[in-house]
């Protein structure tokens, strides 16, 4: 398995402005992935982010709107530009593990709330 | 598409009580995933099926995979208060490194 430590762990923002949410691994992983998860709600795949290379978004999410850093094996941040009250969520990071299943491990989550 | 639908969205149960989550899909999934996700936290993964009609226990918990690799099931026996929480299941379809989340059940055990 693997530890996971996401930053802020909650944070409260006025609209238009940005934010930037921090993932750290105790390992070395090969991907990274983003999800969020509306309130009430599943979680929804923004983006994956591999370490070297631009991130691969899903539909519905673009670069402009969540840019992703991955600058080594172990660290990457999501950044929720020019927010909207629409954009309160809680923002995930995951890693996959070892395993030929290729189990997932969270972090803790990142809540935002946007007034 | 692939959509995973889950059942029931919402139970509030006694302790005590068994319980069945279904997890279903008109897709195939190369493995399956169960989550718990208690408020504040990411989900923890719960068990990992990989093979059409393979069962696995975890305690109280019992999941399959469907024969076909369309469906999944979670039953729970004896519920206690700590097993609230949300229930997600997650599948992954060959040749993808991706995982599409169910939407969910959210779960409460009245002590």
């Known amino acids: 398995s693997a530890v996971i430590s996401q930053k802020p762990s909650r944070d409260i923002c006025q609209r238009g402005t940005s934010l930037t949410i921090q993932c750290q691994v105790d390992s070395q992983v090969t991907m990274m992935f983003w999800y969020r998860q509306q309130p009430g709600q599943s979680l929804t795949l923004i983006a994956t982010a591999n370490q070297g290379s631009e991130a691969t978004y899903e539909s519905g999410f673009v670069i402009d709107k969540f840019p992703i850093s991955r600058p080594n094996l172990t660290f990457s941040t999501l950044t929720v530009s020019n927010m909207s009250p629409e954009d309160s969520s809680i923002y995930l990071c995951s890693v996959e593990g070892s395993g030929a299943a290729g189990e997932q491990y969270f972090g803790p989550g990142t809540r935002l709330t946007v007034t | 598409t692939q959509l995973l639908e889950q059942s029931p969205q919402f139970l509030s149960i006694q302790e005590g009580e068994n319980l069945t989550v279904y997890c279903n899909s008109s897709?195939?999934?190369?493995?399956l995933q169960w989550y718990r996700q208690e408020p504040g936290e990411g989900p923890v993964l719960l068990v990992t099926?990989?093979?059409?009609?393979e069962v696995k226990k975890l305690k109280r918990l019992t999941f399959q995979f469907g024969d076909a690799r369309k469906d999944s099931s979670l039953h729970i026996t004896a519920a206690q208060p700590g097993d609230t929480g949300l229930y997600l299941c997650?599948?992954?379809?060959?040749?993808?490194?991706?995982?599409?989340f169910g939407t969910g059940t959210r779960l409460k055990v009245l002590a």
């Open positions: 897709s195939v999934f190369s493995s």
């Open positions: 099926v990989v093979t059409g009609g």
């Open positions: 997650a599948g992954r379809g060959s040749g993808t490194y991706k995982y599409i």
